[in-house]
């Protein structure tokens, strides 16, 4: 690029930044404070945020949403949500309550991509294997989130990782839409040094909270549980398993039938409510720094999730095969293991991980890490195919309503 239209172009980036600065609530995350943990000798025409989404948007992980669970495993219905729909689910949501409120939509967007990127093979249920696996052999417990962070930050790109920012890499972290949070306020001022050290206490006691440090981030987490909450609902129903009249009637009175209504519901009242983030007076301004929903529509948000785990999440009748599934899990964690430890020079897995890492992280990580990375990765089909190719007996698709 001839340094005459490279000139233009960082001119035009420095007039986005200026209009952040006058557009923005005072409580927004603005493009030019992005912190990245390495210094970058190329700077990019980019405002901070969105090359971080793209750099998302472009890694092998993002890739492999394609076939990654989101709740339903197994079935064969090309109308049932999976992880990459339900990741731009949340963006789309985020985006607009960001819009509302003046926050940044950058930063919510790359947030929003790249918050379940660390979901192994068959959702949920997959990660409490995975993690089982991983204690039994010295880890400590898998968290989706955590090894979302480890994915972005330090295994795509032959372990070198995106070099994301401190603002994106937190929110991805503290995204857990498990947890009923009716209101959020973010815990701001953090460093890499303390992002660090709530990852180290988070791996060892998953029980502790996390809160992002931006609003953007704060909207992410709540527009995750806006995004699955009835949409969940309408995979049930699509596939049989539940019928709408079902659904709890103060619910449905409060939120509505449909995924569609309870979408609109909760995000005009979670905007309404938090409509005092474009009010704020600077920077400073705390008695404004927070979002939240309304009491009466959080206690009906709250009976709705009640309701998803008790008929969704935790029946038992839509987990089939899946202990075949724990077999699996377990059989190609030792195998991949007892792999690496064997022959790390020239066995199949350990020279597909070998091959696609730098020395730091080979020199870093023990083998049992390395297995942990490498079957997180995996999307649902080819977890299969690599089980069935070491003689495990494998569930086969169920065919439901399509």
């Known amino acids: 690029m001839s ?20 557009r923005l609530s005072p409580l927004a995350t603005l493009s030019r404070n992005a912190v ?3 210094p970058e000798e190329r700077l990019g025409h980019r405002q901070s945020f969105a090359q971080d989404a793209d750099r998302i948007l472009h890694s092998r992980a993002f890739t492999r949403y394609i076939d990654k669970t989101q709740v339903f495993s197994l ?7 999976h992880r990459v729909l339900h990741v731009q689910m949340v963006s789309r949501i985020a985006r607009t309550i960001g819009r509302f409120l003046g926050l940044n939509e950058d930063l919510i967007e790359a947030i929003s991509l790249g918050h379940d990127i660390g979901h192994p093979p068959f959702g949920h249920e997959g990660e409490h294997i995975l993690s089982k696996l991983c204690r039994l052999n010295g880890l400590d417990s898998f968290q989706h989130n955590i090894q979302s962070v480890q994915f972005l930050d330090r295994f795509e790109k032959k372990g070198r990782g995106w070099n994301l920012t401190l603002q994106v890499l937190d929110g991805i972290l503290c995204h857990d839409g498990e947890v009923h949070n009716p209101k959020l306020a973010p815990r701001r001022g953090k460093s890499f040094r303390d992002f660090d ?3 180290e206490g988070k791996a060892r006691e998953p029980m502790i909270p996390l809160v992002p440090m931006s609003l953007e981030g704060c909207v992410v987490r709540l527009s995750d549980t806006i995004a699955y909450i009835g949409r969940d609902i309408e995979d049930a129903i699509e596939l049989e398993l ?4 079902e659904i709890p009637d103060e619910c449905g009175e409060r939120l509505g039938m449909s995924n569609g209504t309870i979408v609109y519901t909760l995000v005009t009242d979670l905007v309404a409510y938090s409509s005092h983030v474009r009010e704020a007076e600077n920077s400073e301004d705390r008695d404004r720094d927070y979002i939240g929903f309304s009491p009466e529509v959080a206690a009906a948000m709250l009976e709705l999730k009640k309701f998803n785990y008790e008929r969704i999440y935790r029946n038992p009748a839509f987990k089939p095969d899946y202990d075949k599934i724990h077999i699996c899990y377990a059989r190609l964690f030792e195998h991949y293991l007892e792999q690496l430890e064997k022959d790390s020079a020239g066995s199949d897995v350990g ?14 990580q023990t083998p049992v890490a390395m297995v942990r990375d490498y079957i997180a990765g995996m999307t649902d089909d080819f977890f299969l195919r690599q089980a069935k190719t070491i003689g495990c007996d494998v569930p086969e698709r169920t065919c439901l309503p399509n």
């Open 36 to 38: 990245r943990r390495h």
């Open 3 to 22: 340094g005459e239209k490279e000139q233009t172009l960082f001119a035009i980036l420095e007039e986005l930044n200026q209009q952040e600065s006058l």
């Open 351 to 364: 020279q597909s991980i070998i091959d696609s890492m730098t020395e730091e992280y080979l020199h870093n």
């Open 197 to 199: 050290l709530e990852i």
């Open 242 to 245: 539940v019928s709408r009249n």
């Open 75 to 81: 079935v064969d219905n090309d109308h049932i949500t």
